[in-house]
Structures are given as C-alpha cells and as structure tokens.
C-alpha cells in the first residue's frame, strides 16, 4: 500500500538556520505530495503542495519539489524562525477517495 | 468564521461510555474526513464520506459509527469507549474525493481530544 516516511524528530535549530526534513513516497500511480504544519494546541494547516512530478510548492518561504525519480518531497526553509516551531507532516494523497496517508511526523523546535 | 468546525473540544468520559463528537464545515465541500491522532502524533484516516455516503472505512472497529446527515455535517459516535480510543481526532473537508483534482486540499478542524479514563 501506500506509505509515507519523515525523518525523526525533534529537530532542533537556532534561529536563521538552515531546515531540511526529508520526507520520501511509496505510491502506485502519481499521487498529489503535501506538507501539513500543527502547531502547539491547534489543528493541521496545509502548508504547501505539488499535484505532479518537478513541480515546486513554496509558502512562507518554505519549499518542496516534487522528485518522481527518487520518490521524495523534502521540506526546506532558508532561514527559521522562532515561531516555526511546529509539528510539520509529509502526506500523499490517494487518488481514490483522496485519502491522506501521513508520514510520522517531525518535530521542528527552534531556539532565538 | 470558522471553515471547519468541532464540538466538543475536550471529552473526557469513563470506559464503556457512549459518546459523540460533531463536525461541520461551510465550504460548501462535497467530502468530509474523520482522522485519528494518536499519542505519538500519528495520524491515520479513519472514515471518509462524500455527498452523505460513506467512501472509506479504515478498518475501524465497528464501535465507532459516522454519521452524514447532510453533507455540510459528518459525526461520529463511538459505543462502549475503551483506553485505546484516547486520541485527538481531527475532521476535514475537501471539494472533491478524487484526487487527480486541483481542488484536493483538505481543511482540518481544530480537532478534540478524547480520554478515556
């Protein structure tokens, strides 16, 4: 079946660092990637997407490219900051019924 | 005005109760989600309906009962509550089951949070 894998957290960083979560796919088909963000006490926030292969999805300077040849959608960010700290969640969406299949999720925590 | 919305918040109940929690969203979408969060963070779907019938079902134990009584509204009521069903559970919308759709996001409530004493 469909699988998803993130690597463990936490991941801690100081301010103004460099972030890569790495996040890799097991899929039939081409499904659509995603990452969500949790942040403490609240619920999931669509953080960015990418529907096909090279395609990139960008937010709040976040990226991740869609890379059908090594199976992965790796999360990165130029420059954290404080109010990053989250819970951030690597998913693929089913093509049938559109359910999400999440990875394990990984802790960011940043330091000021 | 909130997109996706939960009630209650926090339940707290004894084992072998019957409880419910509610979703509602406004979008106007077609498809509603239940999730379940564990202690670990994992999330795993649970059901999926869309237009009131029933599309997904996870191989949730049959304790636990959605319920669409119009497509703006998804319940889901649990019978004879054990330890294990503590969790926050998430509810979610998207404009479309099929996922080939630009429209596929899904919008997440802000979840409740289940415990079983």
């Known amino acids: 079946g469909n699988s998803v894998t993130q690597m463990e957290g936490p991941v801690t960083l100081s301010e103004e660092a460099f972030l890569t979560i790495n996040c890799t796919y097991t899929a039939t088909g081409y499904p659509s990637l995603f990452w969500y963000v949790q942040y403490p006490g609240e619920g999931l926030q669509l953080l960015l997407k990418?529907?096909?292969?090279?395609d990139k999805g960008s937010n709040k300077g976040f990226e991740a490219t869609y890379r059908k040849e090594t199976t992965s959608f790796h999360l990165e960010k130029g420059s954290v900051q404080v109010s990053d700290s989250a819970v951030y969640f690597c998913?693929?969406?089913?093509?049938?019924?559109?359910?999400?299949?999440f990875g394990a999720g990984t802790i960011l925590r940043v330091k000021s | 005005d909130t997109a996706v919305s939960q009630t209650p918040k926090y339940l707290v109940t004894q084992m072998g109760n019957d409880k419910s929690i509610k979703c509602e969203q406004n979008?106007?979408?077609?498809?509603m989600y239940w999730y379940k969060q564990d202690s670990k963070k994992f999330l795993k779907i649970m059901f999926s309906y869309n237009n009131k019938e029933l599309i997904i079902n996870e191989t949730v134990p049959n304790r636990f009962s959605p319920k669409s009584p119009d497509k703006a509204h998804l319940n889901l009521h649990i019978n004879s509550l054990e330890l294990g069903d503590s969790a926050v559970y998430f509810c979610?919308?998207?404009?479309?089951?099929?996922?080939?759709?630009?429209?596929?996001?899904?919008?997440f409530g802000p979840g409740t949070r289940l415990t079983v004493l």
């Open positions: 979610a919308s998207s404009p479309s089951p099929w996922g080939r759709e630009a429209s596929n996001e899904q919008f």
């Open positions: 979008l106007g979408h077609d498809t």
């Open positions: 990418a529907t096909k292969a090279d």
């Open positions: 998913a693929l969406s089913d093509l049938y019924g559109n359910k999400l299949v």
